[in-house]
């Protein structure tokens, strides 16, 4: 086996290994766009590890002027929307020989803009921003500039959120997941229908209300403004809602929450307060976030999952594919659980 000097494996050994041009082990083994057949792909992954070559991440930045990573720019790592986008894109991310840089901007702005500022000197071939408040960076701002310097420079920026022009978005399907949970509980035979609505400068929380509200009208229900409680996107603000609800003493058969931990904190404010749950009210929420404040009850809520791994991995894929324009997007699925029981 030839050798680099200082005893490494080269290029041309692991081509040599696999049976294939040195340019194919190359496209495998540097990140190109181009395809290359998996039967040729898995060899020459094999012979890589068979003769022990690792690519040089740092002389392909040299070559090429930018490092074959893709950076993600999340809000707060811990928030399970922000954690689940992650998963996605590293998984994608992996698949296709990249590396995923994962940064937080722990709900700063400021420093949202900062990093992309610095991503701009460290060249990633790609950028991922993920974003969930109506403070999206607009045609014009600071932050657009960043990105579309970006773009020039380096590769192509996707974000995950409200759309933005110029720069390709990804939106979650919320009006459709709020439109399919209205027809969903239609269908159990609910007709008396209240909302708590978490955190209304959140796109994503209005258009869960309006697709909810589209659905239920589609099947005879109106949803006047008085049936719909502001609620701050907390436990604690799904238990203030829950209170302004009872102290107004109304008769609804179900309450839904455009978040699930309000709903878990209505649940809990409705049961301290004397109502069995679902016999006396039902509750539904939205996210499917796994997570209970009563133990291992979190399948028995009512709720829509967001597809938003597959938003995350559809992301690093258009990121990754300058030819990408129109990105298919799986639909919000509903759960049925034990809190909202068929009263048909």
């Not at 291992?296 to 829509?304: G, I, S």
């Amino acid at each position: 086996m030839s050798n680099e000097p200082n005893g490494n494996p080269r290029l041309a050994d692991v081509a040599r290994a696999a049976g294939v041009s040195q340019s194919t082990a190359s496209r495998v083994l540097n990140g190109s766009v181009r395809q290359v057949a998996d039967e040729y792909r898995e060899r020459v992954l094999a012979a890589a590890e068979q003769v022990g070559y690792t690519t040089n991440l740092a002389a392909q930045a040299m070559a090429r002027g930018r490092y074959p990573a893709v950076a993600l720019v999340v809000g707060d790592i811990r928030d399970q929307f922000f954690a689940r986008i992650a998963f996605g894109a590293m998984r994608e991310a992996s698949q296709r020989g990249y590396i995923l840089n994962l940064l937080s901007t722990e709900g700063d702005e400021s420093r949202e803009r900062d990093l992309v500022q610095d991503l701009r000197r460290q060249r990633p071939q790609a950028l991922v921003l993920a974003r969930k408040r109506d403070t999206t960076a607009k045609a014009g701002s600071r932050l657009m500039e960043q990105l579309l310097g970006f773009q020039r420079e380096s590769g192509r920026v996707v974000i995950v959120g409200e759309a933005s022009e110029p720069v390709l978005a990804i939106r979650p399907p919320d009006f459709n997941g709020g439109k399919a949970l209205a027809g969903a509980l239609l269908g159990l035979g609910y007709r008396r229908f209240v909302v708590f609505l978490a955190d209304e400068a959140v796109p994503s929380e209005r258009d869960r209300l309006d697709g909810f509200r589209v659905g239920l009208s589609a099947g005879g229900v109106a949803l006047p403004d008085s049936h719909v409680y502001q609620a701050v996107h907390s436990v604690a603000g799904g238990i203030e809602a829950a209170t302004a609800y009872l102290a107004d003493r109304p008769d609804a058969e179900i309450i839904v929450s455009t978040e699930d931990v309000v709903a878990w904190g209505a649940i809990h404010r409705l049961r301290e307060s004397g109502l069995v749950v679902p016999d006396d009210v039902a509750v539904a929420g939205y996210g499917h976030r796994l997570f209970s404040p009563f133990g291992d009850e979190a399948d028995w809520l009512t709720t829509v999952r967001s597809p938003l791994e597959e938003m995350g991995a559809a992301a690093v894929s258009a990121a990754l594919d300058p030819l990408a324009s129109d990105i298919p997007m799986p639909s919000a699925e509903i759960h049925l659980g034990g809190s909202t029981p068929d009263r048909t």
